[in-house]
């Protein structure tokens, strides 16, 4: 064993050693288009419509993030099926999901990541553009035929121009919503509100007297104690909100700049005039003893059961937290209702923050030089972006996991159960099928996306489509150089914000200090962060007009 | 193997200065010749030694050459010290380096001692069942997931919690514990105590095995009490150990506990509670820069690294036992 | 072997009955029994709460968990969460893969430690200093992970339990500890093996080895510990879910919901949700074995007392 190993190693140096030497790919774009070499197993007239078939078996190694609730299964339908109608067998290698991004990172450092690298979200593909080791997969949009053709019908063209890099390139092929799907809101006690006479709260200032009645009715109670605040404090409460004040986002979906449209161009996100109204706002929640103070720094679970004893009415909440959570929470409280209220209004007005752009894949460069690369972005191409790929990767096979009503309206099978749709039903659509799998089934019309939403979601879904989507934000793609500047300062701006945002919010700093706050972000170059988004933002705009 | 010693050995330095090369090859020959068996003791693990920890290393260069994800392992081109100067010149970075420091000094002055007093109550046990019985009990805490370590601090140390409840009960006004960034320091190292005292004495009482009953004997003969046989006996006999895992726990001084800290902080205790690793990780989690990761990265194994050399010749000095 | 056996068993017990009855007490000895037996009973209150917790909380209903209403003993009791996970056969393969890890990199430390700080504590051997040096030195400059795996990758371990024994071979802390216990035995025994004619090999199997039973029973104690918990190696090098270890599996039930929730905007189909219960129940569940194997390896700390050896 020990000797083998020896021999190894010095294998080994060798090749670290030669590492060394290979230098970031060369880009010719002349030679990026000759596909001629690449072909073997590609379909010729491929198009919309097409049911992708290679013309030879292929299979294409795949990075798979393995989910503890429907663990990968080799027997699974959705494989079998897969390879009969497209010829093509995915090779996964399995990650755990718990961390599923740090093995990818380390993978594609390594220069050993598999072919097809999904659940990657938008943004998370940048650090490794300027490397060269993900392909620029916008040079290849002509071998996607759907993927094109929902960018146009569904009119994703902003969307997409936000994931160009600085060579107007994009990365990532994300996954596309032809309607906004926001999920996160509030959860209110609905029982407590009818016995107080309320009105369930439309704007952030119905909210605050809502919470103000029920503190009358319950001294003793803070009416509002949020969760989801680790490791970030205020992780959904400090989003919605800012989203409501018409910034690009606060909490966990921390970002430093925002887009002011009326003047046309970014501010430093916690240093806005609407961000500081919103922490206003939150204090005079705490002060008056509205908001729990501990909503910022203590774990999901103390928040939880604070809603369970009703030592508390109001709550952060997604579809699955009401459902999975708070009901079950409260069952031993027979009078308890809850329910997630529309997010409620602040002054940018009824708008539906949500993204359109999901997370999707990357391919790694390496794949060009496959000579199955042109079956394998057609394969790519058909899975994820055809309506025939995803109502598949969603649904299944019809007659087996699905039936279709007379309008042709897909339904689960009576023997098969997916988020207790079918309770009782002895099989699982994931877990035994391996379909609405989280890696495959992704994005698409509205119907897909919420066909196995509860009435009760899809009702809040009905008030989100109407309101207004968010101004997508002007791409502002920065060089390498750029980025490990910015990144640099990033993480101490970031920092004090999120200090000082809580320390307004919890009264422990005075508005008075606003600006002595200002003065402390400018000391953590915020205006030379605040310059280099602009002079990117430039760039860009100058030179793809 | 241990019977020749300085007598037949060197020597040549007061006959002729002249060769010393061949000097030393010589006695290295000698050396070889009579300790073979021992040294080929140490091949494998030197083996292991240079495979799995010395050639990895050799990716430190990124330090001080540009790593871009995903290409080239040893980075793109030199840099110099440009990481390193953006560290130093870093504020937040010696706030953190501040930080680790006092946390883990901290952690030294209470994580080090408890042990070897745990050790010594244990020892003073007269009933086997029992002192197994401690013995079993105190080891759990070590068992614990951090994430369930963390939780439960929280859960105690919440407005409601035990703690505040005590408070309360002692006419105070609840404190926000886990707001607080003068209360971190205490919250961590209490909760590491906890964690790590009752693991940290296997080492004494294995060691306590070793000691010869012979000497107690003796020092019973000489009229010491108890509290002399420990004092003349018991803790020279466990020493080595003592000084072993002092020196140790030096140089482990910078590595405090990442994954408690990333649980337990917030940003309103950032002012105590970040430390350097948590500041990489941040910055890492935000910017994947190896670079100046691993430029701390060194900084931080250098500081290590002076500091249990420092801590190995004081004791070699003072006390006379030593790492090496 | 027999040499020191026969040695051995004669002086094993006399000296201790000894110490134990043969001196009277004084006062001042007697309250400090009683002190020592109160702090010792503090000790085990503080540190058994919270597991006797963990133990009522797997056995509890969720909802009472989500009330903060389990202390000592379960609520609402049920057995549904260790069914739910005991009938998953991916935790069964998972938690036959720990065992066999754990044995297998325990076995390799074991041997390659001794060896190593055998040979370190002989201090009159030439090159020793640079032998240390060499160990210490790393525990404070490492590799990188990303040149770490790729080493791992390029010497084809991947996949296979040597990328988890094999790279954490030694831990230096254990060496040295090793290291400083050997030093502190006799060296009359060894020398009059090494006049019995015995070579190296035979005084360390034979002579070395069987008085240090304390010393490599806590070894065995402190890597099988680590590797049974371990996650991190595991989870780098091996691509298939029926070669992860239970750790991984677990890491990804109880750690997969906070990671995914962080992200803010996903998928509904993976929110996961890690129950209370769940996570009780999993620490219970891989926490037990080594609790159960400790009994036995602690025998061996207390009967470690056959220096008498020497001088008798």
């Known amino acids: ?545 | 193997m241990s019977a020749p010693t300085t007598a037949t050995s060197p020597a040549p330095d007061t006959t002729t200065p002249a060769p010393p090369v061949r000097a030393r090859s010589q006695s290295w020959r000698r050396a070889l010749r009579r300790d073979w068996q021992l040294y080929s003791l140490a091949i494998l693990p030197l083996l292991f030694f240079l495979i799995f920890r010395y050639l990895p290393m050799l990716g430190n260069v990124i330090a001080f050459r540009r790593f871009q994800p995903g290409g080239s392992i040893f980075g793109e081109y030199w840099v110099g010290l440009r990481y390193v100067k953006m560290f130093l010149n870093d504020p937040t970075f010696w706030n953190v380096f501040n930080n680790t420091l006092i946390l883990g000094g901290l952690t030294l002055l209470f994580c080090f001692p408890l042990p070897i007093i745990l050790a010594l109550l244990l020892n003073e046990v007269r009933t086997r069942r029992l002192k197994q019985f401690v013995q079993s009990v105190s080891y759990l805490p070590h068992f614990l997931s951090i994430v369930i370590v963390a939780a439960m601090v929280m859960q105690l140390l919440s407005m409601d919690g035990t703690v505040n409840q005590l408070v309360k009960a002692g006419d105070g006004e609840a404190i926000p514990f886990l707001q607080r960034p003068e209360w971190f320091r205490t919250i961590y190292v209490s909760s590491e105590v906890w964690q790590t005292v009752g693991w940290g004495t296997i080492l004494y009482l294995a060691a306590l095995t070793t000691i010869d009953e012979d000497l107690y004997e003796a020092a019973r003969i000489d009229g010491a009490n108890r509290w002399r046989q420990t004092w003349h006996v018991t803790l020279p006999g466990i020493r080595p150990t003592m000084v072993t895992l002092l020196i140790l726990n030096i140089g482990a001084f910078m590595a405090v506990g990442f994954e408690k800290i990333l649980l337990l902080y917030n940003p309103l205790t950032y002012p105590t509670a970040d430390v350097i690793s948590t500041y990489l990780f941040r910055m890492g989690f935000a910017s994947s820069n190896f670079s100046y990761a691993a430029a701390i990265g060194l900084f931080e194994a250098l500081i290590g690294l002076i500091l249990v050399m420092s801590a190995n010749l004081i004791a070699r000095r003072t006390v006379g036992t030593s790492l090496w | 072997m027999v040499t020191v056996e026969a040695a051995e068993r004669p002086t094993e017990t006399p000296p201790r009955p000894r110490r134990r009855r043969g001196i009277q007490e004084t006062r001042g000895y007697r309250v400090f029994q009683v002190a020592n037996g109160i702090i010792l009973t503090l000790v085990v209150i503080v540190t058994l709460y919270p597991f006797v917790n963990i133990v009522a909380r797997s056995m509890s209903d969720e909802a009472y968990i989500i009330a903060g209403q389990v202390n000592l003993v379960p609520r609402g009791f049920t057995v549904d969460t260790y069914q739910l996970l005991m009938s998953d056969s991916l935790f069964w393969t998972n938690y036959r893969n720990t065992v066999f890890y754990t044995v297998t990199a325990t076995v390799v430390s074991i041997v390659m430690t001794t060896c190593y700080a055998y040979v370190l504590s002989k201090k009159q051997l030439k090159g020793r200093g640079a032998l240390v040096g060499i160990a210490v030195f790393t525990m404070f400059f490492s590799g990188g992970l990303i040149p770490n795996y790729v080493l791992v990758t390029s010497l084809g371990l991947k996949n296979s339990v040597w990328a988890i024994a094999l790279p954490n071979a030694i831990n230096v802390f254990n060496l040295l500890v090793m290291k400083a216990f050997f030093e502190s035995l006799p060296v009359e025994l060894e020398e009059a093996a090494a006049v019995d004619g015995l070579n190296t090999y035979g005084i360390l199997l034979r002579i070395v080895l069987p008085l240090s039973k304390a010393i490599v029973a806590t070894m065995v104690l402190f890597y099988a510990v680590a590797f049974w918990n371990s996650w991190f190696a595991a989870f780098l090098y091996m691509d298939r879910q029926e070669l992860w270890p239970v750790t991984v599996y677990l890491r990804n039930l109880i750690a997969g919901a906070t990671g995914a929730e962080n992200v803010g905007a996903i998928a509904a189909a993976d929110e996961v949700q890690a129950e209370a219960t769940l996570k009780a129940v999993t620490i219970v569940l891989t926490t037990l074995p080594i609790l159960l194997v400790y009994p036995f390896v602690q025998r061996y700390f207390v009967r470690g007392i056959m220096l008498g050896a020497v001088k008798g």
């Open chain 1, 1 to 545: 064993m020990f000797r083998r190993s020896w021999r190894h190693a010095a294998a080994a140096t060798a090749a670290l050693l030669a590492l060394t030497s290979i230098t970031a790919c060369s880009d010719d774009p002349a030679e990026s288009q000759d596909l001629s070499e690449n072909r073997a197993g590609a379909m010729d007239g491929y198009a919309v419509g097409t049911q992708f078939k290679a013309t030879e078996p292929v299979s294409f190694p795949i990075l798979y993030n393995n989910h503890p609730n429907y663990p990968l299964k080799n027997d699974w339908l959705f494989w079998s099926e897969l390879k009969s109608r497209t010829n093509v067998t995915l090779e996964p290698v399995a990650v755990p999901l718990s961390d599923y991004e740090q093995k990818r990172s380390l993978l594609i450092g390594a220069g050993d990541a598999p072919l097809l690298l999904p659940k990657t979200y938008p943004s998370q593909e940048e650090p490794y553009v300027s490397s060269g080791a993900i392909l620029p997969v916008s040079d290849y949009l002509n071998l996607m035929p759907n993927l094109s053709d929902k960018i146009e019908k569904w009119n994703l063209g902003p969307e997409i121009d936000t994931r160009r890099q600085d060579d107007g390139k994009f990365y990532l092929l994300p996954g596309l919503h032809e309607k906004a799907w926001h999920d996160y809101s509030l959860a209110v006690r609905t029982d407590i509100l009818e016995e107080l006479n309320l009105e369930v709260p439309k704007t952030w200032d119905d909210l605050y007297l809502v919470l103000k009645a029920m503190k009358a009715a319950y001294p003793d109670v803070y009416p509002f104690s949020d969760r989801f605040s680790q490791p970030n404090p205020g992780g959904n409460l400090l989003n919605i909100l800012a989203f409501s004040y018409g910034l690009q986002g606060a909490g966990w979906n921390f970002q430093h700049t925002s887009w002011n449209a009326q003047a046309q161009k970014f501010e430093y996100t916690g240093a806005t005039e609407q961000y500081k109204q919103m922490l206003q706002y939150l204090n005079k929640l705490v002060s008056e003893k509205l908001l729990d103070p501990e909503s910022f720094t203590q774990t999901d679970d103390k928040a939880r059961q604070k809603l369970a004893n009703s030592q508390s009415f109001v709550i952060s909440a997604n579809a699955q937290a009401v459902v999975n959570d708070y009901r079950p929470d409260l069952s031993r409280n027979p009078d308890a209702k809850i329910a997630k209220i529309p997010l409620p209004i602040g002054p940018a007005g009824e708008i539906n923050p949500a993204d359109r752009l999901e997370n999707g894949l990357m391919i790694s460069s390496k794949a060009r030089d496959s000579k199955n690369f042109v079956a394998m972005m057609q394969f790519v191409d058909w899975l994820f972006y055809s309506d025939e790929g995803q109502e598949f990767a969603k649904w299944g096979v019809e007659g087996q996991t699905f039936v279709r009503d007379a309008a042709g309206k897909p339904t689960l099978a009576p023997d098969v159960d997916i988020i207790g749709l079918n309770p009782g039903a002895p099989k699982h659509l994931q877990k035994d099928f391996g379909f609405y799998n989280g890696v495959f089934a992704y994005g698409g019309k509205p119907e897909l996306v919420q066909a196995f939403f509860s009435e009760e979601e899809q009702q809040f879904q009905e008030v989100m489509n109407a309101r207004a989507p968010r101004v997508v934000p002007p791409p502002h793609p920065f060089t390498d150089e750029e980025r490990e500047q910015v990144s640099l300062w990033a993480t101490p701006l970031r920092d004090h914000v999120y200090q000082a945002t809580l320390q307004f919010i919890l009264g422990q700093r005075d508005f008075a200090q606003w600006d002595a706050y200002l003065a402390e972000l400018k000391s953590k170059n915020m205006d030379s962060y605040m310059e280099t988004v602009t002079k990117a933002y430039e760039r860009f705009r100058d030179k793809n007009n």
